[in-house]
Nanobody
Framework: VRLVESGGGLVQPGGSLRLSCAAS????????MGWFRQAPGKERSFLGWIGWSGRRTEYEDSVKGRFTITRNNPSNTVDLEMNSLIPEDTAVYYC?????????????????WGQGTQVTVSS
């Protein structure tokens, strides 16, 4: 199983960025997908989760209304659309897969992880 994130980079405050996570060797439509981030000196933290079909999502409070998770099961991808970015969003962003089709907030609920992609919000 391999999860590969892409789309990270440098963006100005107030800007937008779209991250993508491509899965391989995974029965993708049978896994919930999560996005997490880890800022320097901080623990990895939950951002959001999307269920198997994509009809249900859950988000951490600080990103509700700014971040949106979508998935495309035929292409085995899950995206994280980030808007109104602020410097505090600077972190390495990770996608992860869980067998749960219910919201999964804890790191140990996920069994597969990507390598992460850096997002830097700075002027």
């Amino acid at each position: 199983v391999r999860l590969v994130e892409s789309g990270g980079g440098l963006v100005q405050p107030g800007g937008s960025l779209r991250l993508s996570c491509a899965a391989s060797d995974l029965a993708f439509s049978s896994y919930g997908m999560g996005w997490f981030r880890q800022a320097p000196g901080k623990e990895r933290s939950f951002l959001g989760w999307i269920g198997w079909s994509g009809r249900r999502t859950e988000y951490e409070d600080s990103v509700k209304g700014r971040f949106t998770i979508t998935r495309n099961n035929p292409s085995n991808t899950v995206d994280l659309e980030m808007n109104s970015l602020i410097p505090e969003d600077t972190a390495v962003y990770y996608c992860a897969a869980t067998t749960q089709n219910a919201p999964a907030y804890a790191l140990n609920e996920y069994i597969y992880w990507g390598q992460g992609t850096q997002v830097t919000v700075s002027s």
